[in-house]
């Protein structure tokens, strides 16, 4: 146990096992996208992510106004992936001194504009120096209809489908790191820079009550799919040629020669919903998604086995296993 | 205005600014300890504070333990200062890769193990690669007694009063940042390492219903007493001679040729209570403090007057404006 390697999965069980099972008002705990609290009439899902410069974002092409649009999308997705209504939040903000007053108003006026839409109110917060702009959101919601789902309901047999598309945003990032300037590829540019969360998609799925279980993409599909699994003790397959990868992502992969399965796969920050459900009800979930979220498609992407792992059954039909070729910040030979 | 130092005051009434006036559901926003929000028969606290190495700790003489208690020990004191019980906390861990497995768990372990006493559950949080390690705790508590306590109630003629000691904290950081050993002066590096929120105190105040304004002092009373002023639109008076500071910080200034007054009027982190109060109440207030929290004493050291700012009346009876003499990150000169 002790030699193998300390991955971010392994800091999440480390603390998981300090803090013990949830129980009495804490009905879920550590491990889901959001923690979900019942107290008095209200179910209450809370949220936090942290951002940090040099990590998730390169201050070179991403403006304040993307910033605050970026780490508030990133919170948001986790109550979309709850079903949830977006309610509170508190920011911690850390800063290089001496602070520009015009980022600061950029990253505010774009986190709050987003939030806006959503009906999210900023409550409280913190400012303080650190040695790169780092960006904590904490964010209160509330259970919406049927109440929240959790990734931990999948059953063999189940439908694994995704909203919009994936590796756009692995696109867009790649694109902008390359040195290519955003209207080059203004699509695959906004995904990475101006992520729309899912929340009116999923508060349709958790609303019908059919999703046996959902989690937001944010780690790319391989590596969320295989915690999906892993927290129904299930297993799962995805159809390579099935990935809606979107006509942006594939010219973007193109240009820049590098492969968009890739990008479907492993690469970060989609915040599409994952969800899985049963293929008969397949139809009905995908009207009521089209209908709440404009258009928004579902995509049927896979199946969830009895077993464990994810396997990947690409176009030749060979099956490779991918379970957690996602992004894990502290994996050997990812930073 | 933007010729004028963007300092962390002048962020703060950016976003608030931007964010506009609480209203519905959240009755306290940007400015006090903690949000305070009404939803159905409750009234929750919520309140984020963001460390980072560096700026608010030095892993040359702070251990895992240390920091992990340090850690809640500031978000558990916001929750105080409104008279809070603690339910749930989530933490965001930034982590330098590759992280150590036993600075985590020692870390996870002083902050856990702080957070039982007071009966606080983590239930949730999120894990990143990080420059530098970089805490962000987000703690919500649920209103006690007689409600919550804000920093906006103090009315001219009310005593100002704290309680403990204060100066502790930023000997003991003076003394282990002179690179002495904790064992040479165990007392205040305890204040700097193992600070002690004042939980049962805060309810004791707030329950009485005799207290008019309080709030946690983590930035030297010279500066959290000017806010609570300018939340109350009033002005106070502190008397140097009446300043609560302990034996054993004394002889570290001695020790260390250092002005402890200057370390109790703007020495951070003391997380000891200011609050205001009729002066006829103090008796009763007094006895409830210390019969609440083991004998913790309560100091009067000044009063609220009409007008505004913060005069410190020095031992030869000469008054000096020290209105936000207290630490400011953005503060030329500080950092």
């Known amino acids: 146990m002790t030699s193998a390697p300390f991955t971010e999965e392994a800091i999440i069980r480390l603390i998981s096992r300090a803090v013990g099972p949830a129980g009495g008002e804490l009905i879920t705990g550590i491990g889901d996208d959001a923690a979900v609290i019942a107290a008095g009439q209200a179910t209450w899902l809370v949220t936090t992510d942290l951002l940090v410069q040099g990590v998730h974002f390169n201050l070179d092409y991403t403006s304040g106004g993307d910033l605050g649009h970026r780490a508030m999308a990133a919170n948001l997705s986790d109550l979309a992936a709850m079903g949830a209504v977006p309610r509170w939040g508190l920011l911690s903000l850390g800063l290089p001194p001496p602070p520009r007053r015009r980022f600061v108003q950029e990253l505010i006026d774009g986190m709050l504009a987003l939030g806006r839409e959503h009906g999210l109110v900023l409550a409280g917060g913190d400012t303080t120096a650190a040695p790169v702009v780092t960006i904590n959101l904490c964010l209160i919601g509330e259970a919406a209809g049927a109440g929240p789902v959790t990734r931990d309901g999948a059953r063999p047999g189940d439908a694994v489908c995704v909203t919009g598309w994936l590796g ?66 299930v297993g799962a397959t995805v159809q390579a040629g099935r990935l809606p990868i979107s006509a942006a992502t594939s010219r973007a992969a193109g240009e820049l020669g590098a492969d968009p399965l890739a990008w479907a796969l492993s690469g970060g920050e989609d915040f599409e919903l994952l969800f899985t459900c049963d293929p008969a009800d397949l139809p009905a979930i995908t009207a009521a998604v089209a209908q709440a979220a404009g258009g928004l498609p579902v995509t049927r992407v896979g199946e969830i086995t009895a077993g464990e792992g994810v396997r990947l059954i690409r176009a030749d039909g060979r099956a490779v296993d991918i379970t957690m070729a996602g992004f894990d910040h502290f994996k050997p030979g990812e930073s």
Do not use: K, N, T
């Open 168 to 233: 756009a945003a692995a696109a867009g990032l790649a694109w902008l790191a390359a040195g290519r300037s955003a209207a080059g590829a203004p699509e695959v540019a906004a995904a990475h820079l101006r992520p729309q969360p899912r929340l009116a998609a999923g508060r349709a799925l958790a609303h019908g009550g059919l999703v046996h279980a959902m989690m937001d993409v944010s780690d790319g599909i391989a590596s969320d799919l295989a915690r999906l699994a892993a927290a129904g003790q």
